[in-house]
């Protein structure tokens, strides 16, 4: 940011982080819950993913958006992003290797017992859409407040 | 008993329009955005806040209130929080806070 | 549709035309924002809580801040008027467009305005003769979930929710492409 003190990294005031420490960890626990009880109630992964997402924006605003990047680290972006479109593909293909159509589920009922397709959605909404979403979503705030990279843009 | 229920939720919802109202009206007349950020906060703490506890009386004993009580709670924290962004974000950008006989109105 | 909805839809309905009109980008951005949280209330109210909760986590949340970050790093053009000046043949040609599209309401295949039934909604009391109806009595038989839209978007559509996933990823690894980062931040 402009503003901001060229060595201390710039945070905001005592309150505010105050205020983030305070509902932060709700606001994890909401979009986990969300995530992980999307089959049951209102939600899913997508909207438990930007929820989760959003706590890492609460942070980068109350403690410094270089910081909780460092913090954060591009690697977990990575790894969500990447290994989210990597779970989902394998979910999908492996009822493609078993002899079925992508994504049916119930050929899982071997290894998972009658509640296989309960079970693959889940995983389909957790460790897919959820991963993805999140990481996507932490990774486009990141870099849009990075900036462009050849052209002045903070160093990452 | 009910009727001093209906009462009381009847109070908490009109001093909620009302102070919803006000906060309104303070938002388009006052001059600068320090006193504007102080009205605007009171919708949230004061308004929603006053009807959020209409609904919890309305609900009476049930699991329905915890989830109210919780949102008061987050509103308490956050809406204060809120307003102290704007005005550190306004005092850091150097807007001058309205003193008595500036021509903003 | 009770008085709350309508007035919903018309608070929806003005936010949307400020949001074209504002010429300031910033006042733009804040009333998309309260547009969202609108729709978000809306879908509520018409008992489409997954949408609802999408709306507001990310069109009221998520795209808000990320314009405000963009328009931090870049510029916020200084207007000297408040609304921007209506462009008459793109203003006719959107009139047009949703007053054709208005047209082919009556044929949308749900209940539609003079409550008759219709294949998706069914007659009523006769859930199972519906597309909806057939989704809600038989998801929880065929898949274990008692939420029908997760049914729905993960397992009945679960292909087109692939789709979805990875342009979501394609959007990530746009940014880092239009952004010229060598490597993922």
């Given amino acids: 940011m402009s503003g901001s003190d060229s060595i201390r990294p710039y945070t905001e005031s005592e309150i505010i982080m105050t205020a983030v420490r305070i509902v932060a960890p709700f606001v994890l626990t909401y979009g986990l819950f969300i995530t992980f009880h999307g089959a049951d109630s209102p939600g899913g992964g997508f909207q438990g993913g930007a929820l989760i997402g959003v706590v890492v924006f609460m942070l980068a605003f109350a403690f410094g958006i270089a910081p909780t990047r460092e913090w954060v680290g591009s690697g977990l972006m990575t790894a969500l992003a990447a290994g989210g479109v990597i779970v989902f593909v394998s979910v999908g293909l492996g009822t493609l290797a078993l002899g079925g159509k992508f994504l049916e589920y119930g050929l899982y009922e071997p290894f998972l017992g009658p509640d296989a397709t309960k079970w693959g959605m889940e995983a389909i909404e957790i460790g897919g859409v959820a991963a993805i979403v999140s990481g996507v979503i932490m990774a486009l705030f990141f870099l849009t407040a990075a900036g462009y990279a050849s052209q002045g843009g903070e160093d990452v | 008993m009910n009727e001093i229920r209906l009462g009381a939720i009847f109070v908490l919802l009109a001093g909620g329009v009302f102070f919803t109202f006000v906060s309104a009206v303070g938002v388009i007349r006052l001059p600068d955005v320090y006193t504007r950020a102080h009205t605007a906060s009171q919708t949230d703490t004061l308004g929603a806040g006053l009807v959020v506890a209409a609904v919890v009386l309305a609900y009476g004993v049930e699991t329905e209130v915890i989830k109210a009580l919780l949102l008061l709670v987050f509103i308490f924290i956050t809406n204060p929080t809120a307003a102290h962004a704007v005005g550190r974000a306004a005092y850091e950008e150097g807007i001058e806070p309205w003193t008595k006989g500036d021509e903003r109105r | ?185």
């Fill in chain 3, 1 to 185: 549709m009770s008085a709350v909805g309508f007035a919903l839809a018309g608070f929806v309905i003005i936010t949307a035309i400020a949001t074209a009109m504002l010429r300031d980008t910033l006042a733009a951005i804040i009333v998309f924002a309260a547009y969202s949280l609108g729709m978000a209330l809306f879908y509520t109210l018409l008992l489409a809580p997954d949408v609802g909760l999408t709306e507001a986590a990310i069109g009221a949340g998520v795209t808000t801040i990320l314009l405000l970050v963009t328009i931090a790093k870049t510029t916020r053009p200084r207007a000297e008027k408040v609304f921007t000046a209506i462009n008459c043949p793109a203003a006719t040609l959107s009139v047009g467009l949703v007053a054709v599209l208005l047209f082919t309401v009556g044929s949308i295949p749900v209940e539609n305005f003079l409550g008759e039934a219709t294949p998706v909604t069914g007659a009523a009391g006769t859930p199972g003769e519906s597309v909806t109806g057939h989704y809600l009595q038989s998801t929880y038989e065929q898949t274990g979930v008692t939420n029908a839209v997760t049914a729905v978007l993960a397992a009945y559509r679960g292909f087109d929710t692939f789709g979805e996933a990875v342009v979501v990823f394609a959007a990530g690894v746009a940014v880092v492409v239009v952004l010229h980062r060598g490597e993922f931040l």
